[in-house]
């Protein structure tokens, strides 16, 4: 990470997730957060080879709502989709719906795609990209799915879990970014804004 990059405008992150907030953050960045105002899509049934389209456009959606309103701004918008086997899994809509999720989806070979999408009006610069992560999970047993249900860490998580959140005791191998899993491609996005600075 650089987080000295001398940048000419202020950062916003679009998200209200604070899991990318928190991200940001321990990389050293100065910004402020500004949640898009957007209501959340349901997943389109298009299937898994369209998973990044559908993460960056949701991505710039994000940025561009916040950006329309902050011109000399550098806004960052990211999206984070799961996929398993040819399905894209998003949020869960409710307990049902992640129990669903984590007793029939969820072990074997996982990609975690998160589109980013950085905008600068006033630079007239959008960039818009994404990562992907590919992790082998292990299946739950019935009991394990219960407990996963009981601690709530499945709420508001593409895939219905989280990493950082107990999920990594089901994880068997992990390729590529590992703030990619968490929500926040760190790498890349240190990569795009040094194209910002000056």
């Known amino acids: 990470m650089n987080p000295k990059l001398k940048l000419p405008y202020p950062i916003i992150l679009a998200s209200a997730s604070p899991r990318r907030a928190g991200l940001l953050r321990d990389a050293g960045y100065d910004f402020s957060i500004e949640a898009a105002r957007i209501a959340e899509p349901v997943v389109p049934e298009i299937g898994a080879k369209h998973a990044a389209v559908?993460?960056?456009t949701l991505a710039y959606l994000k940025a561009r709502t916040v950006s329309m309103d902050?011109?000399?701004t550098i806004v960052i918008g990211a999206d984070t989709v799961v996929t398993h086997g040819d399905t894209i899994i998003g949020k869960p809509a409710d307990?049902?719906?992640?129990?669903?999720?984590?007793s029939t989806l969820f072990g074997g070979d996982n990609e975690v795609i998160t589109g980013l999408a950085l905008l600068c009006p006033a630079l007239n610069k959008t960039i818009i990209t994404h990562e992907t992560t590919t992790l082998v999970m292990r299946a739950m047993n019935p009991?394990?799915?219960?407990?996963?249900i009981a601690s709530g860490a499945w709420r508001d998580k593409a895939g219905a879990y989280a990493l950082?959140?107990?999920?990594d005791k089901f994880l068997q191998s992990i390729s590529g970014s590992e703030s990619n899993v968490v929500g926040l491609p760190l790498e890349k996005l240190n990569r795009i804004l040094s194209d910002f600075s000056t």
Do not use: F, M, S, T
């Not at 009991?143 to 996963?148: A, G, K, M, P, S």
């Not at 950082?164 to 999920?167: A, I, R, S």
């Open 54 to 56: 559908w993460a960056e």
């Open 70 to 72: 902050h011109p000399d």
């Open 95 to 102: 307990e049902a719906d992640a129990r669903r999720i984590l």
């Open 143 to 148: 009991r394990e799915v219960d407990d996963y």
């Open 164 to 167: 950082q959140e107990g999920g």
